[in-house]
């Protein structure tokens, strides 16, 4: 299993990024896929999670309404679309595959990419 995410960078707040993950190695569209994050000394943090037909999904509410995931079962593709980035989004934001009978935690999950929000 590879999970490459990329898309990530600096922005100042209010600003918006597209994360993508492109992934191989199992067959993406089998899979419930995830996006979290981890913030410097704080635990991982659940983000959203979209099902394998791209069609139902759930936001932490922390996120909600700021933040949109969706897939390319086409192209093995994860996207995360975050629109009105706050200075509290700055984390490493890792996508992940869905694990049957494990916490969130254990999900697969790639390197990551670094999100800043900084004026």
């Known amino acids: 299993v590879q999970l490459q995410a990329s898309g990530g960078g600096l922005v100042q707040p209010g600003g918006s990024l597209r994360l993508s993950c492109v992934t191989s190695g199992f067959n993406f569209d089998y899979y419930a896929m995830g996006w979290f994050r981890q913030a410097p000394g704080k635990e991982l943090e659940w983000v959203a999670t979209i099902n394998n037909h791209g069609i139902r999904t759930s936001y932490a509410d922390s996120v909600k309404g700021r933040v949109t995931i969706s897939r390319d079962n086409a192209k093995n593709t994860l996207f995360l679309q975050m629109n009105n980035l706050k200075p509290e989004d700055t984390a490493r934001y890792y996508c992940?595959?869905?694990?049957?009978?494990?916490?969130?935690?254990?999900?697969?999950r790639g390197q990551g990419t670094q999100v800043t929000v900084s004026s």
């Open positions: 992940a595959k869905y694990e049957a009978f494990a916490p969130y935690s254990d999900w697969p």
